[in-house]
């Protein structure tokens, strides 16, 4: 039997390709594997496309979640302060794990239905001297609103604070580039727009900011300057590496080169996007954010206002006919979402339209207007 099509924004649905990937055993010492490791770290890095020498890659087993604690608790000193810049649950976990390491840390909070604002931004910096870093997430996943990361990081840059940015349902999709774009660190995983299988994160960090990182973190396993300097000396990553995680990346990478890049990662999920909204809008279901801060990764739509609704029964309604949908994760307003990424194609799309409009007919809830 088929397996259903994730529609969730990570794990994701990946190709045959990928997973066939992990067919294969590797020793965590292995030269072949240590191979796979640095070219993997390299291809990375030409994602952001580095001058010389300016990033380094330091890859970390676990989830996203693990590699943001990382990155925070390495690259924030322990005198330092970090703001972060919240509109949704991602940026509010990155503020809590930074209080549960004890370090000091403020919150610009935006709600949950519209982008940063720069110039709250700006005069926040200018009236708390004391803030050493910003922390900002790029594609705000619990909704899908897109932040204005280019301005943010022109005014943290100007201020002279450091940036870090939570990229992990943008990296690889959309543009990112650390030639025109300053920041100290950028962090994304394995299973989201490069479409491999979850189990590894990791920091591309400015070599600079992780040389002075050493002795800065509260954790033997989060720490990057450790991670990395092990890395270094052996070619091997430090404790057991996720070796079959690392084999079906280095195969997605291999797929996204081969079908364009950045470029055309972002062509086919805004493609994907459109075609899901228009889909959406034929059946009379509401997307809630407006089209300018709408990221084409995940579509957070209304549930409709029936008093049949109930989405534990969607849900499974939808699962039968093979699709499976993601909880929407607003606090105000009842609502699921629809990720657009992954190894999918229209007539997935399609398909999972078409099993929403039955599941509803089910349901008993007509088609609003
Ligand atoms: C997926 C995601 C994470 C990490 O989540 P995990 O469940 O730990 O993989 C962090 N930030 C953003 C913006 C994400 O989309």
Redesign the pocket.
């Given at each position: 039997m088929r397996d259903p099509i994730l529609l969730t924004?990570?794990p994701l649905t990946t190709s045959l390709a990928t997973k066939t990937a992990m067919l294969h055993d590797y020793g965590s010492w292995d030269a072949d594997f240590n191979r796979l490791t640095a070219s993997v770290c390299q291809q990375l890095l030409a994602i952001i496309d580095p001058a010389d020498d300016e990033f380094v890659c330091v890859p970390l087993q676990g989830?996203?979640?693990?590699a943001?604690e990382a990155a925070i608790g390495s690259l924030l000193p322990k005198d330092g302060k970090l703001l972060v810049l919240v509109n949704g649950a991602?940026g509010k976990?990155m503020a809590q794990l930074t209080q549960m390491m004890g370090r000091a840390c403020a919150v610009l909070d935006a709600g949950e239905t519209e982008a940063i604002d720069t110039e709250q931004l700006r005069s926040y910096l200018a009236a708390h001297p004391e803030i050493s870093h910003v922390g900002v997430?790029?594609?705000?996943?619990s909704t899908g609103i897109l932040n204005p990361l280019q301005q943010i990081a022109d005014i943290v840059h100007a201020s002279g604070r450091r940036l870090i940015i939570?990229a992990?349902?943008a990296f690889g999709a959309l543009p990112l580039n650390s030639r025109s774009l300053r920041f100290d660190a950028v962090i994304a995983?394995s299973?989201?727009c490069l479409e491999g299988v979850?189990g590894m994160?990791f920091v591309l960090a400015r070599r600079s900011a992780l040389m002075e990182a050493e002795g800065n973190s509260h954790s033997l396993s989060l720490d990057l300057h450790q991670q990395w300097t092990y890395m270094q000396r052996t070619g091997q990553w430090r404790y057991t590496p996720p070796t079959h995680v690392v084999a079906a990346l280095a195969s997605a990478l291999e797929q996204y080169q081969q079908a364009g890049a950045q470029a055309g990662r972002l062509a086919r999920y805004q493609q994907l996007c459109d075609h899901l909204l228009q889909g959406l809008q034929r059946l009379g279901l509401r997307s809630f954010l407006p089209a300018e801060i709408q990221a084409p990764i995940i579509v957070t739509v209304h549930a409709p206002a029936h008093p049949h609704w109930n989405f534990q029964q969607f849900y499974a309604l939808v699962k039968q006919r093979g699709y499976i949908l993601y909880p929407g994760k607003l606090t105000e307003v009842e609502s699921f979402r629809i990720g657009c990424i992954g190894a999918i194609q229209a007539a997935d799309l399609d398909g999972a339209l078409a099993a929403i409009a039955d599941a509803l007919a089910q349901m008993g809830i007509p088609q609003e207007q």
């Open positions: 924004p990570g989830s996203g979640t693990f943001v991602y976990r997430i790029y594609v705000e996943t939570d992990m349902s995983s299973n989201k979850p994160g």
